[in-house]
């Protein structure tokens, strides 16, 4: 049974720093893609970067890149995704997926499985 933990959300001012972690059990992430996709309220769920079999091919947000950065850590079965400078346009519920199947694509619907999402708020 595949099951996705993610941790690390809270509550950060607007220029900071969160790490989030993703835990895998059931699977190893080693040569899976992987993603972290996040959603505001009233807005459409979205990825924010993905991993795939080979960690050099890796996905990020064209408007995230330079701030946000994802990794894969195979003896921990983890990836995180390190946040910096964060905006309050980064607040949403964050969540990680996989699929044992996919060799590319950052999109939601490609994903099958899902952890159960970390809150994010970016206030002051």
């Known amino acids: 049974q595949v099951q996705l933990v993610e941790s690390g959300g809270g509550l950060v001012q607007p220029g900071g720093s969160l790490r989030l972690s993703c835990v895998a059990s059931?699977?190893?992430?080693?040569?899976?893609?992987v993603g972290w996709f996040r959603q505001a309220p009233g807005k459409e769920r979205g990825g924010v970067s993905c991993?795939?079999?080979?960690?050099?091919?890796?996905y990020v947000a064209d408007s995230l890149k330079g701030r946000f950065t994802m990794s894969r850590d195979a003896d921990k079965n983890t990836v995180y995704l390190q946040m910096n400078n964060l905006k309050p346009a980064d607040a949403a519920v964050y969540y990680c997926?996989?699929?044992?199947?996919?060799?590319?694509?950052?999109?939601?619907?490609?994903?099958?499985?899902w952890g159960q999402g970390t809150q994010v708020t970016v206030s002051s």
């Open positions: 059931g699977f190893t992430f080693d040569y899976y893609a």
């Open positions: 991993l795939f079999e080979s960690d050099d091919d890796t």
């Open positions: 997926a996989t699929d044992r199947s996919l060799a590319y694509g950052c999109i939601d619907r490609l994903y099958e499985y």
